[in-house]
């Protein structure tokens, strides 16, 4: 019996901030076209918990986590970059 789960760890872009200690980030996962094997980049957006207060535009990293919600699974580890304020 396996005692720890290997988290997956992404790397994305807020896209939103509207809702309370929840951002949206956009991750591009590379994949292969199922019929023509074409190397192709879906954008998914993942609900992440952030206990960093991320801005719209911040680049940041995600992992894996317990549930906790419906949607949210993951949660911001670390800010990579952040936007400038104009």
């Known amino acids: 019996m396996r ?3 290997s988290k997956r760890i ?3 872009k807020v896209v939103s901030n509207k809702m309370q200690k929840t951002v949206v980030v956009a991750v591009d996962v590379p994949t292969k076209h199922h019929l023509y094997s ?3 980049k879906i954008t998914k957006r993942m609900l992440a918990k952030d206990e960093f207060d991320t801005a719209v535009g911040d680049m940041v990293l995600i992992e894996e986590t317990r549930p906790y919600s419906k949607k949210v699974s993951w949660k911001v ?3 990579l970059e952040t936007t400038e304020a104009k």
Do not use: D, R, S, T
Request: charged share 40%.
């Open 3 to 5: 005692k720890h789960m």
């Open 10 to 12: 992404f790397e994305g």
């Open 38 to 40: 074409k190397a192709i």
């Open 77 to 79: 580890v670390k800010k």
